[in-house]
């Protein structure tokens, strides 16, 4: 799984985004993956990874552990500990059966918009399909803060030494 297929105009916001790359995809019993462009650095393993777990479970998602200890805040106040074992952070490209991502969204926009984070939640929140977990990767980072960009040009320099 080498090859773009099509590339196609973003929208106004994420979801629309995501709608105008699906409305594109002529095969419709295919499969998609949806990636992020804020994660440069994604590898080709990671892609093959997701791309061959999506035919027989549906729904794919590259997620890392977390090792922080992770607290829920209210009033500027710790409220609660939650279980990091419980929790996972998510990270794209993240794969779909055609059927199932698109079938998420034409849900979407018949009950009303509402805020999403990424395309998996999408799918969770229309209840379609379950959503299949493989590890990500700890470079697969999300460009969004200066701190982000240094620690991505870190990571690239390494990457021409190895």
Do not use: W
């Not at 594109?24 to 080709?44: N, T, Y």
């Amino acid at each position: 799984f080498s090859k773009v297929s099509k590339i196609v105009e973003g929208g106004g916001t994420r979801a629309e985004s995501s709608i105008n790359g699906l409305l594109a995809v002529e095969d419709k019993d295919s499969f998609v993956l949806i990636h992020d462009g804020a994660r440069p650095l994604v590898s080709q393993e990671l892609i093959n990874k997701v791309a061959e777990a999506v035919p027989e479970k549906g729904a794919v998602i590259p997620c890392l552990k977390i090792f922080d200890t992770l607290v829920e805040v209210s009033g500027g106040k710790v409220s609660d500990f939650l279980d990091r074992e419980r929790v996972l952070r998510v990270q794209t490209p993240q794969g779909f059966k055609y059927e199932i991502i698109f079938g998420a969204y034409k849900k979407l926009m018949n009950t009303g918009s509402k805020d999403f984070p990424d395309d998996s939640s999408v799918v969770r929140y229309s209840g379609l399909s379950e959503i299949y977990v493989v590890d990500g990767e700890i470079m697969n980072i999300k460009i969004t803060t200066k701190d982000d960009v240094e620690l991505m040009e870190y990571y690239i320099e390494k990457l021409k030494i190895s």
